[in-house]
């Protein structure tokens, strides 16, 4: 495992230090010759807007594949993690903790905002706990970081 992450990491690095840098030149040679776009004509003025937008989308691909080749939160840097179950006549919560280096909070907020690739990682499994009628707690400090999942159970009805 440690292997398939190394190499996700290196390839989540080449992806942004390579081709999405290439992307983001091309996309300022694009805004330069859009800038004297008076002097062509309509095929050409959409040409170059399609093209601005194909690479401003190819970029946004870019770093979300990168991200979910290898989110960086992941390197929280903990050898070990504790899984605990319980349940009681209502809830069922499932706790997972570690003793990493927790998630910065200003990166915490904002995936659980939603702001993080829409259906992976935080945020979907956020949404899924909504979904079923439970929630999900996410508490992380330079201690290590602790994902809660909360059910409410179903009563049998006999």
């Given amino acids: ?7 996700r990491r290196r390839i989540a690095q080449m992806l942004h230090e390579t081709t999405a840098h290439n992307l983001a030149g091309l996309k300022m040679i694009l805004a330069r010759r859009n800038r004297t776009s008076d002097r062509l004509n309509d ?31 992941l390197d929280a840097g903990s050898k070990t993690a504790h899984i605990r179950l319980q349940r009681d006549a209502k809830t069922l919560v499932l706790e997972i903790d570690d003793r990493g280096h927790g998630i910065p909070n200003a990166s915490l907020e904002h995936i659980m905002s939603g702001g993080g690739v829409v259906g992976v990682g935080i ?3 956020s949404e899924r706990m909504k979904q079923l009628g439970g929630s999900l707690e996410i508490t992380s400090s330079d201690q290590g970081t602790t994902v809660r999942a909360r059910l409410r159970l179903v009563e049998d009805a006999d």
């Fill in 1 to 7: 495992m440690r292997a398939q992450d190394d190499e």
């Fill in 43 to 73: 095929d050409e003025r959409n040409a170059l807007v399609e093209s601005m937008s194909l690479a401003e989308q190819s970029m946004t691909e870019i770093r979300t594949l990168s991200y979910l080749l290898h989110p960086p939160f």
């Fill in 123 to 125: 945020a979907g499994m």
